[in-house]
């Protein structure tokens, strides 16, 4: 949920792919730790300096889409990315519901009343034979492949997979597959009630792509037009952070999510491990929280615990490593960048934020163990005053969210 949202966050200016920032602040549900948040932002890329586009539109019309936010919504994000096509791009249509087929072949981004006509003409009903329509997406984007440009197919759906190869790995092997030869596999996901969205994330990490639900036009167009550079065009791939605390200022500490993105020790320097793609000015937040040295934790302390090693980096609370290869291949490089320990005791208004929705989570989840007597209402009037600069209305939308969760909560209570 963090990440959903845009932070201000430095671009690189030493030629790295990423700019770093790192900020320390009390942490709102316990007096005793800290919140370290930890930001990386890639170069960015103005949409008119991006590589000539191949992209495949491939479109589940099957029954389950029929309905508002089904493939009406698909039909009105897709042109919202038509109207950003330039000459040089090409465009493809494939759909499936019990059988694929193309609607349009790889046509020139000049031709734009073709392209909205190809997708005017788009219905649901059926059954939903997804497998098919990945294999012959991929025909097409072979057919219109285009050296050192954007390869990349572009699956709405709602993940509902009932015909032909089901199971998720099956699924997860062909893109995994595919994306050997050049062509990636962005997932947007579309509907409610059976939307799959394991299937969806994990299609779109096996396909070398990235991943967006959109139950909005306003979703949409935050995806395919404000971001669009970030969506369509990689920095870096394989991109893998650590954090390694100094035990003279920090005895505990717990990263904030990523419950299915954790990596082994071990694999952080094992380039034959998959890892994350980052997009053209996309941004990568980490919530740690940690108890500093002397403070109350979550554990009994050790008896037996080591002392620690002193040396130049005393006066460092950690060490981030940033592990990437570059967008055209190669071998993995490594990025080190010392975090302060700082005084900790101002948070910007973007720490604060992120440090809401992190609660509003857990709160979710039930999980009161490290949130304490933090209320959804508490939550609520931190992410109202941290709001700042919402040029997009997302934060004021994120309060409205809290604040109908504390009146269901109300409701329900005896």
């Known amino acids: 949920m963090v ?8 671009l690189p200016t030493d030629g790295s792919p990423f700019g770093v920032t790192t900020e320390v602040a009390p942490t709102p549900w316990n007096p005793h730790t800290r919140l370290l948040r930890i930001g990386i932002k890639a170069s960015d890329v103005a949409v008119a300096q991006l590589a000539p586009a191949n992209l495949v539109f491939l479109v589940d019309v099957s029954g389950s889409m029929n309905r508002p936010q089904g493939l009406p919504l698909v039909k009105s994000t897709l042109k919202l990315l038509v109207e950003q096509l330039r000459e040089q791009d ?16 790889p046509t020139s981004g000049r031709d734009k009343a073709a392209i909205r006509n190809a997708i005017d003409q788009l219905t649901a009903g059926g059954a939903t034979a997804g497998a098919s329509g990945i294999e012959l997406a991929y025909q097409m984007a072979r057919e219109g492949f285009i050296d050192q440009g954007i390869n990349r197919i572009l699956l709405a759906t709602d993940g509902d997979f009932n015909v032909g190869t089901r199971d998720f790995d099956s699924l997860k092997q062909m893109a995994a597959e595919q994306r050997k030869s050049g062509v990636s596999l962005t ?15 994990q299609l779109a990490d096996a396909g070398d792509g990235n991943y967006a639900y959109i139950d909005t036009l306003r ?22 952070l650590q954090v390694e605390f100094n035990p003279a200022r920090v005895s505990e500490y717990r990263l904030l999510g990523y419950e299915n993105r954790a990596l082994k ?7 034959k491990v998959d890892a994350g793609e980052i997009g053209a000015g996309h941004t990568v937040t980490a919530l740690y929280e940690i108890v500093p040295k002397g403070e109350k934790g979550w554990l009994e302390p050790l008896r037996y615990a080591s002392a620690p090693k002193t040396g130049n980096a005393s006066d460092e609370l950690a060490l981030l490593r940033v592990r990437y290869k570059p967008a055209k291949g190669g071998d993995s490089r490594l990025i080190e960048h010392p975090i302060g320990a700082g005084n900790g005791t101002q948070a910007s208004d973007d720490l604060r934020f992120a440090a809401a929705v992190a609660a509003f989570a857990q709160q979710l989840k039930g999980d009161g ?29 994120f309060v409205q969210l809290v604040e109908l ?7 329900s209570t005896p």
Not at 3 to 10: L, V
Not at 225 to 237: C, G, I, M, P
Not at 265 to 271: L, P, S, Y
Not at 371 to 393: E, I, K, V
């Open 265 to 271: 020790r071990e694999d952080f320097n094992n380039d």
């Open 3 to 10: 990440n959903y949202f845009p932070y201000d966050y430095a």
């Open 369 to 397: 163990r490290y949130t304490g007597t933090l209320t959804l209402r508490d939550t609520a009037a931190l992410a109202r005053s941290a709001r700042g600069d919402d040029p997009f209305g997302l934060r004021n939308e």
């Open 219 to 240: 979703e949409a167009r935050k995806v395919l037009v404000e971001q669009l550079s970030s969506t369509l065009a990689v920095v870096a791939r394989d991109v893998k």
């Open 187 to 201: 997932t947007l996901g579309f509907g409610v009630g059976n939307y799959n969205e394991h299937l969806m994330e």
């Open 405 to 411: 969760a504390q009146s269901l909560k109300a409701a």
């Open 90 to 105: 090409r465009v493809s249509l494939v759909v499936y519901a019990g059988e694929s087929r193309v609607v349009l072949k």
